[in-house]
């Protein structure tokens, strides 16, 4: 039986199991605010603490969360039966119904709707992903490499102008056949189609995902799945701002409000490409910076703060940025040139290892 | 040579000529402001009016944007002679440099160098993505289609959980198989993604397009290549609120802002297959409405107003909402079942020819 169907009945059985024996159901959940938040330095992950609450049915104020809470296990338990996906707003419409002879309905908004799904993830220590709620597809994929999905063999290096648009369910796919010497994550699109137009990936033999902003978690999947399953390298590539550092971090070591999932989909051994603030300077591309604005300033001073950032290379590039009080794009490499980001700078970089740790 | 090239030439050519006949440098380009936008009732299509103006060199108020055309006509040009593509933002940092011995720059900022992108497109009457300067990919499709794309045979129906992810190029892919009745357009990927697992483009012997929200111009070219090459109808398939039945409008006659390419872009026989707001009531979907917004009734009002909403089958669905105060989304079908869409409510209407003009 499918895994996740068992820690589904686990947990409809405990629930009967104490109706049985008279007792007053509840359910245990880990505590996922801020405050059960810490930073793992031995595993350089976010990842949630021992606070856990407890929920009990004959509460007034958790009555109707439990209800909630085993409307969407139930609901959960027949996708997997059924072997379908949705999205979780369909869910919360699925799910919607109003109480005959009352003004109660299951759900009133989808924000109540939402929180029942992490809390399954957290209690049942399983990925929104595999309870087959998905996302919105986000991120491309290209490279030497042929997988199997849904039946389909498909190969990332055959896709034409396109790379392989990335689903929330890559736990799913099969690699068939993985070619390259390790993966570049490039924060911006239009970054990824020139590197695609320029045969990038074939000519330095490696995997290239394009997140197109904040790494979504099938992206995030999927890049732990290379580098855990394939010892691949992992290298990332963003702007150079508080904002374009934060995507690197997230990928590498989790994010707050998804650390109770950091150890399945981040990637502590991933390292940071570029764009430097250092770079800006290096290169010469004074005149395509940006002023840093206030709100840029405060992020930057928080980063400094937190311990995952606390490596000197990175105290140093950040400190440069409060101090100089400018950001740049990756796209201001192309001030150098259209092909100046393919063929230089980022050989170049790998060649002699400039990353950040 | 490239047709593009000859343009720009020409463009070139007469400037010279100017020049060389000691007259003062000109260009024409058509006006693109509201007061130039007409609905043409013949083509069902939004386009340009007969206006014009004149950009001079020694004219202090024109002789910047004439250099920065310039530049960027220069620049298209030879994307066009090294055969590649980059995006606007790329192009802007490219462009960018200042006068030696001024505080002159060619471009100050992005919204500068857009807009000039814009009067080439007009001026030369090509489309900025033949001029090789690319949009984000966006909109998926999948269907009984083989393309080829930059030397790869792609396969729309064999691509796994995802379909083949829309590039702006879209005027440069070429078909090499079309196996069809009918081309299903929807607003929502989470819709998409539900149809593609139930293979309701294999059962329906359609090709499927999601647009995630306003279709991006890759899409709306797809969809009338589609329409024109190969005489497929075309349904589109929003949520009931007047910004799903406007995204219907710009597929169907193009947009304003984008009146000068409607020729090229829109498809005037797309027709509307739902959701409308009676479906809310025929379908007993009364639990799943959404008040609506003082917006959302303005927007409605202003619907009711455009020429291309006249017809009488609008105007009644249009009121009706005004009148009700209600909306709803796609995936309120899913409070009818997770297969409602693709099983019952698509294929009834289709059958039975349940479309708004």
């Known amino acids: 039986m499918d895994d996740v169907i068992k820690k589904l009945n686990k947990l409809g059985l405990s629930i009967l199991n104490d109706i049985e024996n008279g ?11 801020l405050s059960n938040v810490i930073y793992d330095k031995k595993t350089k992950q976010l990842t949630l603490g021992e606070k856990k609450l407890k929920r009990h049915f004959f509460n007034v104020a958790h009555s109707k969360k439990f209800m909630q809470t085993l409307l969407v296990a139930a609901f959960c338990k027949s996708l997997a039966e059924e072997g379908i996906h949705t999205s979780i707003r369909d869910m919360y419409y699925n799910l919607k119904r109003s109480f005959p002879g009352t003004k109660e309905n299951t759900f009133d908004e989808q924000s109540e709707s939402d929180p029942i799904i992490v809390d399954l993830e957290v209690m049942l220590d399983v990925l929104r992903e595999q309870l087959r709620l998905t996302t919105d597809r986000k991120g ?77 978690r099938g992206a995030r999947l999927l890049i732990q799945r290379l580098s855990r399953e394939f010892g691949l390298p992992v290298y990332v590539f963003t702007d150079s701002d508080p904002y374009g550092w934060y995507i690197y971090s997230v990928i590498k070591s989790g994010s707050m ?89 980022l050989p170049e970089k790998i060649k002699n290892e400039e990353f950040l740790p």
């Open 140 to 216: 491309i994929v290209a490279g030497n490499v042929i997988i199997k999905d849904r039946g389909d063999t498909i190969n990332w290096a055959k896709l034409g102008s396109g790379g392989w648009s990335i689903p929330s369910t890559v736990e799913e796919i099969e690699f068939k056949k993985v070619d390259a010497d390790f993966v570049l994550v490039i924060e911006k699109n239009a970054g990824f189609e020139r590197l695609h137009e320029d045969k990038f990936w074939k000519k330095e033999n490696c995997i290239l995902i394009g997140t197109g902003g904040q790494a979504a």
């Open 257 to 345: 409000s998804l650390a109770h999932v950091s150890d399945r989909i981040s990637t502590p051994s991933a390292k940071f490409i570029g764009l430097t603030i250092s770079d800006i300077y290096k290169f010469d591309l004074k005149r395509c910076i940006i002023k840093a604005r206030e709100v840029d300033i405060k992020r930057a001073k928080e980063l400094l703060n937190y311990e995952w950032f606390q490596k000197p290379e990175w105290q140093k590039e950040i400190n440069l940025m409060i101090e100089k009080g400018v950001k740049a794009e990756i796209e201001a490499l192309s001030n150098r040139g259209l092909r100046f980001m393919s063929e230089t700078y």
């Open 23 to 33: 007792k007053n159901p509840s359910m245990e959940i880990p505590i996922r605010s």
